[in-house]
């Protein structure tokens, strides 16, 4: 699933022809190694070339990542900051779910909202969520907020906007088979976009997939969602 390496080239606009990084493809995949190492990715597209990192602007309380609100950065290679996503949770995790996304400047630019009840996102294991923009319905999605930590389960999970499905995120491990036996189950995420779309769409699907980047590496607040099926 990982593309190939390539050598560099100039960096794109951050949505160009209607797709995020002007790419109908784009990969997620873990760093591994430093501070935050396990909420830290790449984005590269299928040639291999690195678009962006994105990584925690500040560290939350040791232990309390999933209860937390968590601000994170897009930055190019050479560190200039394309946008934020802040997740929030409300107080002590028991209020709705959202993803926002800002501008450096601190401009919304849209926002994966729950939807879902608390009761339903208590006992199942996946959340569902509306992707919006100035308070309008653009498309929905769902995210999962549970796997076991030795899970096989891979991730093929649609999106939608108001009519028909415009993307889909997959995941697919990225262990050898030895390290699958032994190691909490990691993965890579990759975005299929089905045809170009307009602002702020491109820039949710981005933050859509990262959030089931995200959600994979934070605990579960839904305790009986690991009996769900």
């Given at each position: 699933?990982q593309?190939?390496t390539a050598?560099?080239?100039p960096?794109?606009?951050?949505t160009s022809?209607?797709?995020?990084f002007?790419?109908?493809?784009?990969?997620?995949?873990?760093?591994?190694?430093?501070?935050g190492?396990d909420i830290?990715c790449?984005?590269?597209?299928?040639?291999?070339q690195l678009?962006a990192?994105i990584q925690?602007?500040?560290?939350?309380?040791?232990?309390?990542?999933?209860?937390s609100e968590?601000?994170?950065?897009?930055?190019?290679?050479?560190?200039?900051?394309?946008?934020?996503?802040?997740?929030?949770?409300?107080f002590?995790?028991?209020?709705?779910h959202?993803?926002?996304?800002?501008?450096?400047?601190?401009?919304?630019l849209?926002c994966?909202?729950?939807?879902s009840s608390?009761?339903?996102?208590?006992?199942t294991?996946?959340?569902?969520?509306?992707?919006?923009?100035q308070?309008?319905?653009?498309?929905a999605?769902?995210?999962r907020?549970y796997?076991?930590k030795?899970t096989?389960?891979?991730?093929?999970e649609p999106i939608?906007?108001?009519s028909?499905?415009?993307g889909?995120v997959h995941?697919?491990?990225?262990q050898?088979?030895l390290?699958?036996?032994f190691?909490?189950?990691?993965?890579?995420?990759?975005?299929?976009?089905?045809?170009?779309?307009s602002?702020?769409?491109?820039t949710?699907?981005l933050?859509t997939t990262?959030?089931?980047?995200?959600?994979?590496h934070?605990?579960?607040l839904a305790?009986f969602?690991?009996w769900a099926?």
């Amino acid at each position: 699933m990982q593309p190939p390496t390539a050598a560099k080239v100039p960096a794109p606009p951050l949505t160009s022809g209607g797709y995020p990084f002007g790419e109908p493809t784009l990969f997620l995949q873990p760093i591994h190694g430093g501070a935050g190492s396990d909420i830290r990715c790449s984005i590269t597209n299928p040639r291999g070339q690195l678009l962006a990192l994105i990584q925690l602007l500040k560290a939350p309380p040791l232990g309390a990542e999933a209860i937390s609100e968590l601000v994170f950065e897009v930055v190019r290679p050479d560190g200039t900051q394309l946008l934020q996503f802040i997740r929030s949770v409300g107080f002590r995790g028991h209020g709705k779910h959202g993803l926002h996304v800002r501008d450096p400047d601190g401009r919304e630019l849209g926002c994966l909202r729950q939807t879902s009840s608390y009761w339903q996102f208590f006992r199942t294991p996946k959340i569902s969520f509306e992707l919006e923009y100035q308070d309008q319905s653009l498309g929905a999605t769902k995210i999962r907020s549970y796997i076991p930590k030795f899970t096989k389960l891979e991730l093929d999970e649609p999106i939608y906007d108001t009519s028909t499905e415009i993307g889909r995120v997959h995941s697919q491990r990225n262990q050898s088979k030895l390290e699958a036996m032994f190691m909490y189950a990691t993965f890579d995420y990759r975005l299929d976009c089905a045809h170009p779309t307009s602002p702020p769409m491109p820039t949710l699907l981005l933050a859509t997939t990262f959030a089931h980047f995200l959600y994979d590496h934070l605990d579960s607040l839904a305790p009986f969602s690991r009996w769900a099926r």
